[in-house]
């Protein structure tokens, strides 16, 4: 069974924090892909990675980067956490196009 | 640059009426359309594409390239029918999905 795995369903950092949320897919997909999720806003893509060590930006990238120096994880990183930044993380793989497999969500909210 | 419009943030039914959630994009070429849904505590997933033409839980969706539109039906609701709807699109042969803002499901009895 297929199976996308994210370190943690909810999580309470500080302004100002360094946030890393990690994700782990077992079914050897080549791409991966974070998004969050927002009442009323849908779920936008903020980073994917279609091989080991690379990258590109999705459409709301500002004040995340991410890396993925395994096949198998990808990490989102929030580098210093801002309010705005409170949302649910969405990570996802797929190996055919548009075929997404989704992990549970982490739930960030930052005070 | 693609976009996906859902012009209901809530539906709300009756038990064994139909169920039509609107979903219309813009982009100019040749896409391809999704429809995932979430239910309550569960992860989002992949309900139907609109290359498969296939019905899933007795929901189907017809790509209307005149109307830009992939609208999801089912003729008679059911309670489990209750979740988040989003609807996605595919440009350019690429890898990601741009995504609707989603349409909340009420099936009431």
């Known amino acids: 069974d297929v199976k996308v795995t994210q370190s943690s369903r909810y999580l309470v950092k500080r302004t100002g924090e360094k946030v890393f949320l990690e994700c782990v897919q077992d079914?050897?997909?080549?791409?991966m892909f974070w998004y969050r999720q927002d009442p009323g806003l849908g779920l936008r893509l903020i980073y994917f990675?279609?091989?080991?060590?690379?990258?590109e930006k999705g459409d709301i990238p500002e004040g995340y980067s991410v890396s993925r120096e395994k096949k198998e994880r990808f990490s989102l990183i929030l580098e210093s956490a801002s309010t705005n930044q409170t949302s649910m993380y969405l990570c996802?793989?797929?190996?055919?196009?548009?075929?997404?497999?989704f992990g549970p969500g982490t739930r960030l909210l930052v005070l | 640059a693609q976009r996906v419009t859902q012009p209901e943030k809530l539906l709300s039914v009756f038990k064994g009426a139909p169920v039509e959630l609107k979903c219309n994009y813009s982009?100019?070429?040749?896409?391809?359309l999704f429809w995932y849904v979430q239910y309550s505590r569960q992860r989002l997933q992949l309900l139907l594409r609109?290359?498969s033409r296939e019905s899933i839980k007795g929901f189907t969706a017809d790509l209307n390239k005149g109307e830009t539109s992939f609208h999801l039906k089912k003729p008679f609701a059911q309670e489990e029918d209750s979740a988040m709807y989003y609807c996605?699109?595919?440009?350019?042969?690429?890898?990601?999905?741009?995504f609707g803002t989603g349409t909340q499901l009420k099936v009431e009895l």
């Open positions: 996802a793989s797929s190996e055919r196009a548009g075929l997404l497999y």
């Open positions: 079914m050897d997909h080549e791409n």
């Open positions: 990675s279609y091989d080991v060590k690379m990258k």
């Open positions: 982009y100019s070429g040749s896409p391809e």
């Open positions: 609109h290359i």
């Open positions: 996605a699109l595919r440009t350019g042969g690429g890898n990601k999905l741009t």
